[in-house]
């Protein structure tokens, strides 16, 4: 019997990869703990709720902090670089020119899902709780709230997660983490045929 191995990269050769051309330009990719994986489609749902959160923390996060919309953060140690749909960030003097955000300039990473809830919880969750992410909001369009995760742990079975879990409904706030003062209309983000 012979055993196979997938092959993993470390994001040095995921880089590499890409600057070869290696992939198409219309390929949606991240790297996952050393597994280049492919992206879900975005639904109309996902698109929507995208679009109205990406208007409002704009307005809220002006000149306070740095807003990322679906691009990289390096997890090094994880031999990850996912693509977050959103991410607060620190200001950098740099403005992330030399290097994509590290775990210690994350303020809030947000993922928003619809068919990719169980990714986002079973993969992404602990791997942002390893990396050491002190806040992470998933928009679970499936059942329409925001589950709010804060407190990274690494439970006795090794297995890592966040100590606390908070639901929010669609027609409440919420502070943003660190701005304790930029209160989040949930109202105005979570897609609403009645708007």
């Not at 947000?110 to 791997?127: A, F, G, H, M, N």
């Not at 407190?151 to 660190?178: C, D, M, S, V, W």
């Amino acid at each position: 019997m012979t055993l196979t191995t997938a092959k993993r990269f470390t994001i040095e050769e995921y880089h590499r990869l890409t600057e070869l051309g290696f992939f198409a330009a219309s390929d949606r990719l991240e790297l996952i703990r050393g597994e280049i994986v492919n992206m879900a489609a975005k639904g109309t749902a996902h698109t929507t709720c995208c679009s109205n959160l990406l208007e409002e923390l704009a307005l809220l996060l002006a000149g306070k902090a740095k807003l990322r919309c679906q691009d990289p953060i390096t997890l090094p140690n994880h031999h990850s670089e996912p693509e977050p749909d959103f991410t607060i960030v620190q200001k950098k003097a740099d403005n992330y020119l030399l290097a994509h955000p590290l775990p210690a300039d994350i303020l809030l990473i947000v993922e928003i899902s619809d068919s990719t809830l169980k990714y986002d919880r079973e993969i992404k969750l602990p791997l942002y709780a390893e990396a050491g992410i002190t806040n992470y909001w998933l928009f679970n369009l499936v059942d329409n709230h925001l589950e709010v995760y804060s407190q990274p742990l690494q439970e006795l079975n090794g297995n890592f997660t966040y100590r606390l879990k908070e639901i929010f409904l669609p027609n409440q706030q919420i502070a943003l983490p660190n701005f304790s003062d930029l209160l989040l209309d949930l109202s105005k983000v979570f897609p609403q045929l009645d708007r």
